[in-house]
């Protein structure tokens, strides 16, 4: 048996065509890259790139490294877990925006039907009164502008 410095006990023999990480072991600073990469999955997940960068560290590291596997599924269901509330909350939002709009609709319907009524009163009522009364907007866009003389 050899001595492996970064377990810091006994391996087994590894062949010249067997590779370390193929042999079940990795070193403590592949150990630390992997589980930094497992968490910073989530931000090519915010890219849109890879969803599930930490199921795919997962799947490629667990046999290899206890270390990778935690972290890697720990990130997972921490993405998940907000996957899960970031659907919840657009769901409840777009229920809350139809109700919130539907109960202001309620409330500004009868104004909506109510200021045309109450400004047409009123134009009539200073029409009445002998005074030249134009709507904002419309009467300029029929006969254009006033003149000032």
Same mark, same amino acid.
């Given at each position: 048996?050899?001595?492996?410095?970064?377990?810091?006990?006994?391996?087994?023999?590894? !062949?010249?065509?067997?590779?370390?990480?193929?042999?079940?072991?990795? !070193?403590?600073?592949?150990?630390?890259?992997?589980?930094?990469?497992?968490?910073?999955?989530?931000?090519?997940?915010?890219?849109?790139?890879?969803?599930?960068?930490?199921?795919?560290?997962?799947?490629?590291?667990? @046999?290899?490294?206890?270390?990778?596997?935690?972290?890697?599924?720990?990130?997972?269901?921490?993405?998940?877990?907000?996957?899960?509330?970031?659907?919840?909350?657009?769901?409840? !939002?777009?229920?809350?925006?139809?109700?919130?709009?539907?109960?202001f609709m309620f409330f500004l319907l009868p104004i909506l039907l109510l200021v045309p009524i109450?400004?047409?009163?009123?134009?009539a009522y200073k029409v009445s009164q002998g005074v030249e009364y134009r709507y904002p907007f419309?009467? @300029?866009?029929?006969?254009?502008?006033?003149?000032?003389v």
């Amino acid at each position: 048996m050899q001595q492996d410095p970064n377990l810091g006990g006994e391996r087994e023999p590894v !062949s010249e065509g067997q590779s370390r990480a193929s042999a079940g072991t990795m !070193s403590a600073q592949d150990e630390r890259t992997w589980s930094v990469i497992a968490h910073l999955s989530v931000l090519v997940a915010l890219v849109g790139l890879v969803p599930f960068g930490a199921l795919l560290v997962w799947l490629l590291y667990k @046999d290899r490294s206890q270390k990778v596997r935690f972290h890697a599924l720990q990130a997972l269901w921490y993405q998940v877990a907000w996957i899960v509330i970031l659907i919840a909350y657009t769901l409840v !939002s777009a229920v809350l925006s139809l109700v919130i709009i539907g109960f202001f609709m309620f409330f500004l319907l009868p104004i909506l039907l109510l200021v045309p009524i109450i400004h047409g009163c009123y134009a009539a009522y200073k029409v009445s009164q002998g005074v030249e009364y134009r709507y904002p907007f419309i009467a @300029d866009r029929i006969e254009g502008p006033r003149r000032v003389v």
